[in-house]
Structures are given as structure tokens and as C-alpha cells.
């Protein structure tokens, strides 16, 4: 391949119409498919969570701080967590040792988290 055909970082070069090739689609921030998991598992989050009156509208940010992701996993498994956590997470510290929390009990539980 030549030099011209390369873009930068030794990347192909998008099509001459402004095409992205189609891996990089895939794996782009808001392919399709990214998309479509992404409303279906906060759909079952949510679901779960309803009987918590607790709802989770963006993955990323809803679960930050650990909270929601205790709930659901409390509501999973219908135990409680085994260590205390912030109720209230002002700092960051705070959010990640609640799901420092969360992910504790689940090696707890013998769960295994498989391509997270």
C-alpha cells in the first residue's frame, strides 16, 4: 500500500465519497449495534431496578458511582451487600469504592465477569 492510500497513524484512508471501511463503523462510538445493546440492557436494568424505584438513563454516568449497580445486584440476588457503602458518594474515591463494593460481591458470590 502506498503512502498516499495511508492516512494518518498508518490507518487506512477513508473512501474517496467520505466513507468510513466497515470495521471501523463497527467499532465506531455509535455503531448500530453498540447502540441497540446499549437501550436493551438498560431496559432490563431498568426493569430490575423498578421495584427499587431507582432508574438508569445513561449506563455510563447512572452507574459512576456505584449505586444503581448495587441496587440491581441486590435485587439480582436478593441478598445485601456484605461491606457498607456511601449512600451519598460526593467524591470520586467514594464512587469508586462503591463499585469496589459491587465488584467484591460478586467475587463473593462466585460470579465471573467475562469480557467487561
Known sequence: MSTQARGQGGRRAADP????????????????????????FTRWCNEHLRCVNKRIGNLQHDLSDGLRLIALLEVLSQKRMYRKYHQRPTFRQMQLENVSVALEFLERESIKLVSI
Open 17 to 40: 465519497d467520505g466513507e468510513m471501511p466497515a470495521t471501523e463503523k463497527d467499532l465506531a462510538e455509535d455503531a448500530p449495534w453498540k447502540r441497540i445493546q446499549q437501550n436493551t
